[in-house]
């Protein structure tokens, strides 16, 4: 994970298959040190904590298979920054999206709304009221079964929460149960609540009793009451955690679904690409695209490549002299070396942005205006604005990102033709954001690269995180401030869900309007490479929940 999953560690400061083989059948060397890692794993359990009081990771149907069914996630970074359903916005999207469950969940690829814990829905016409109709014989963890009673006290709990992203739930206004199976969201202004309950933060639905019971910091003394397919098995911190299938979960369970999931951290890209070609992992999150080269050629791993809705921006502090003039900042971002970024670096597997809004995304524009590297047209705006050579900027990215770091060096290779000297800091994340929020706007950087991907899926996540005005500093770390701007986006959010065709052409009108003001360089949508075994079966990536591997829907092939 990366920027987004680091500018969350500040926010916490804030807010904080098929037929199985035969049991008799020899093992691979890599197999068998993967059973050693999960019994050691499983050990360790006793230190880690249990969310429920039912459930369990289940015997195998075939009397106790030699091999469990069991997949293995290796992360880059720590699979667990926030505990709370209520608060989470980090890298526990992918546990989280595996323990908890939304009401629906929403697939990019159709444009269409998958049941979860809803079966079906209503809209108003002026979409101002949502009705949803609940699924029967759902258990929580906990034991408890679901009722509409447990979907009104999680959204409005996360509501009085007011963390996360738990902005995404301003629209509601109150929330009914007519009856156990019935919920109504009542809102203040018209919203698509649909895509709302679908994120992947801020939606999921818990057993609020057990906060009764035990207090309202009970999650975050690691528990979970969740009503996902895989419930809390251990965790210990920096290292793995371990979920176990739940009996009880409402969608049954087929002999070939895996039974234990392993989400690991690990940093050296070597050993991930070591274990990954030994089996002794599954799934990987990402790695270096020449890693990803040399694995083509592995018999026994597949690349899946799709699009993603991630992409990397550089903000310029619109305050400070002269990064203050627009005259300026068009000059620096037709002096950014995008081709080289894309072929260098990303080897080919992102495009250049055309504006924030990443492509697939509904709202992004392809006729938008995109810069393109012009030293001499940069040149001639820096003369306009008066300002010569000996510029000496300072960019910060986030430590350990050496896509960031190289996408940097070859920008400051080309400022340097201009006379400009850019410093390249690569910081810690917390260091980096609180640095962004200085009370001296004067040891603020000049220029911030990090990554964005959306909260849920609708450019507004985009458009009013980063680029809204903000009377205190949260995401928007250009500073920058337009009225007609924040003005379009609003109400284009507020059409979402009456006339979407009306929203695209505000949503378009606002990005016209960045894209000219230039708060940022529009770096470039990324593409997900994921190195996978090939006997596990059944992952498709879904760019609406990024990094999430929904394990239920995989299998040991």
Not at 116 to 130: I, M, N, R
Not at 200 to 211: N, Q, S
Request: net charge negative; charged share 25%; aromatic share 12%.
């Amino acid at each position: 994970m990366d920027g987004k999953v680091r500018r969350a560690l500040g926010a916490a400061e804030e807010a904080t298959g098929k037929a199985r083989p035969h049991r008799a059948r020899a093992l691979p060397a890599g197999r068998r040190r993967l059973l050693a890692l999960v019994s050691l794993l499983l050990l360790l359990s006793a230190c880690g904590s249990s969310g429920g009081a039912t459930g369990g990771a289940s015997e195998s149907e075939a009397g106790g298979s030699a091999e469990p069914r069991v997949a293995v996630y290796l992360t880059t970074t720590e699979p667990m920054i926030f505990w709370d359903p209520s608060d989470g916005f980090s890298n526990e999207i992918i546990a989280m999206n595996n323990m908890y469950e939304t009401l629906l969940r929403y697939d990019p690829a159709k444009n269409t709304f998958i049941p979860v814990l809803a079966t079906d829905y209503q809209s108003s016409p002026d979409a101002l009221t949502w009705t949803f109709h609940l699924r029967s014989g759902v258990r929580f963890h906990t034991g408890k079964t679901m009722t509409s009673a447990d979907v009104k006290a999680s959204f409005e709990r996360t509501i009085a929460h007011g963390k996360g992203a738990a902005y995404i739930l301003d629209p509601v206004q109150s929330i009914e149960t007519p009856d156990d199976r019935t919920v109504v969201f009542h809102l203040k202004y018209a919203a698509p609540m649909d895509l709302i309950v679908s994120s992947p933060y801020a939606a999921y639905v818990f057993d609020t009793d057990v906060l009764r019971q035990n207090g309202d910091d009970w999650f975050t003394k690691v528990h979970e009451a969740g009503s996902g397919p895989y419930m809390l098995k251990s965790w210990k911190e920096n290292d793995a955690l371990v979920l176990q299938r739940f009996d009880g979960y409402w969608g049954g369970w087929k002999a070939n679904q895996f039974d234990t999931v392993i989400i690991k951290p690990v940093e050296e890209t070597s050993t991930k690409m070591q274990m990954l070609q030994a089996g002794e992992a599954d799934v990987v999150d990402q790695l270096p695209y020449e890693q990803l080269e040399a694995l083509r050629s592995d018999p026994n791993v597949e690349l899946v490549t799709t699009p993603s809705w991630q992409n990397l921006l550089a903000f310029f502090d619109t305050k400070k002299k002269p990064l203050d003039d627009v005259r300026v900042r068009q000059a620096l971002s037709y002096a950014f070396p995008y081709q080289s970024v894309i072929d260098d670096v990303m080897h080919g597997m992102a495009t250049q942005a055309r504006g924030p809004v990443p492509a697939g995304l509904w709202g992004h524009d392809d006729q938008l205006f995109q810069y393109t590297e012009d030293l001499d047209r940069a040149r001639e705006l820096l003369a306009q604005a008066g300002v010569g050579q000996g510029l000496e900027l300072t960019l910060t990215y986030t430590a350990g990102d050496e896509n960031e770091r190289r996408v940097a060096e070859l920008w400051k290779a080309e400022l340097a033709k201009l006379g400009i000297t850019l410093d390249v800091q690569g910081l810690p994340w917390d260091s980096q954001w609180q640095l962004a929020k200085a009370d001296d706007p004067a040891k603020r950087q000049d220029i911030f690269m990090m990554y964005w991907w959306p909260d849920y899926a609708t450019p507004y996540s985009f458009l009013w995180n980063m680029f809204h005005s903000e009377d205190t500093i949260n995401f928007n770390l250009g500073y920058y401030s337009n009225p007609e701007f924040d003005r379009l986006i609003d109400d284009a959010n507020t059409l979402a869900a009456s006339d979407r065709e009306k929203a695209v052409e505000e949503f378009a009108r606002a990005q016209e309007i960045l894209v000219q003001d230039a708060p940022a360089v529009f770096i470039y949508d990324q593409k997900y490479v994921r190195p996978i075994r090939t006997s596990f079966g059944g992952y498709v990536d879904n760019p609406a929940y990024p990094n999430v591997v929904f394990f239920y829907e995989t299998y040991r092939k």
